[in-house]
């Protein structure tokens, strides 16, 4: 009865290869979030939607995008992967307000070859 | 800018010893803070929040705004403690984003 389904749990690209990392959920929670973490490193916040309203932390990459085409469903696109870009990538929801518990993912390993 | 600070990225402690891990966080609001574990090949989940002034699995931790802390405790470890630990803060300037710190790992030896 997993809540937040993340698709594939790994996932090898090439350089510069267009990749989409997916995520859903059957909790119906309005806010979505995508995390990249790096081995030994925070979780960081690449973005969060709540409902269809997009919110861009300042310092992600314009080579990440994201997209929500309903309540289940987000994605993430990475444009033009980099080397860099190798870590885990975490989807979470919440159903909103300040202490509303975050629901994770089990997460997408991303290799770059 | 709103950060959260674990200085230690690993505790390793004897069964039965009391546990510590060091939370302190960096922000002017009024913080909503939680910790969060991760097992061995388990998801991120929950382990408690300070709203709630529950102790979880024998864990509590207490909100000090003065010391901009919020350190998880447990008086007596035990092996199945062993995990990643992660402290949370939310509700930031009125958004819906969670930052998190580097997490700390605890070792609990027989």
């Known amino acids: 009865d997993a809540m937040v389904i993340q698709n594939p749990r790994y996932q090898v690209t090439q350089f510069g290869k267009p990749v989409t990392l997916s995520c859903s959920q059957t909790l119906n929670h309005n806010v979505m979030y995508w995390y990249q973490q790096k081995s030994s490193q925070a979780p960081k916040l690449l973005f969060h939607y709540y409902d269809k309203d997009f919110n861009n932390e300042a310092d992600t990459p314009d080579n990440f995008q994201s997209r929500r085409p309903n309540t289940s469903f987000c994605f993430l696109d990475i444009r033009s992967p980099g080397l860099g870009d190798a870590a885990m990538y975490l989807c979470?929801?919440?159903?909103?307000?300040?202490?509303?518990?975050?629901?994770f993912g089990q997460g997408t390993r991303l290799t770059v070859v | 800018a709103q950060r959260v600070t674990q200085p230690e990225k690993l505790l390793s402690v004897f069964k039965g010893a009391p546990v510590e891990l060091k939370c302190n966080y960096s922000y002017s609001g009024s913080p909503e803070l939680f910790w969060y574990v991760q097992y061995s090949r388990q998801r991120l989940q929950l382990l408690l929040r300070?709203?709630s002034r529950e102790s979880i699995k024998g864990f509590t931790a207490d909100l000090n705004k003065g010391e901009t802390s919020f350190h998880l405790k447990k008086p007596f470890a035990q092996e199945e403690d062993s995990a990643m630990y992660y402290c949370a803060l939310s509700a930031i300037s009125g958004t819906y984003k969670y930052i998190f710190g580097t997490g700390t790992r605890l070792k609990v030896l027989a």
């Open positions: 979470a929801t919440s159903g909103g307000g300040g202490a509303a518990e975050a629901f």
């Open positions: 300070h709203i």
